[in-house]
């Protein structure tokens, strides 16, 4: 057993979904704050976007 093999896999979605929102809102603008302010928001939305469709397959799951 490896040290990755005790951490849930789940985690692995935060380094994935904050340099995604970062990359996507540098391309769309130039100035700093506004880059940090619209990638909170995108990091907000997809977030709840995979906390969804997480449920949906739980529930969905045998």
Do not use: C, N
């Not at 996507?24 to 880059?35: D, W």
């Not at 906390?51 to 739980?58: K, N, Q």
């Amino acid at each position: 057993m490896t040290f990755l093999d005790t951490i849930p896999q789940l985690f692995f979605a935060i380094p994935l979904v904050i340099a995604f929102s970062f990359v996507y809102q540098g391309t769309r603008s130039e100035k700093m704050p506004i880059i940090f302010r619209h990638s909170l928001r995108t990091m907000v939305s997809l977030t709840i976007l995979m906390a969804v469709i997480l449920a949906f397959l739980e529930w969905v799951s045998p």
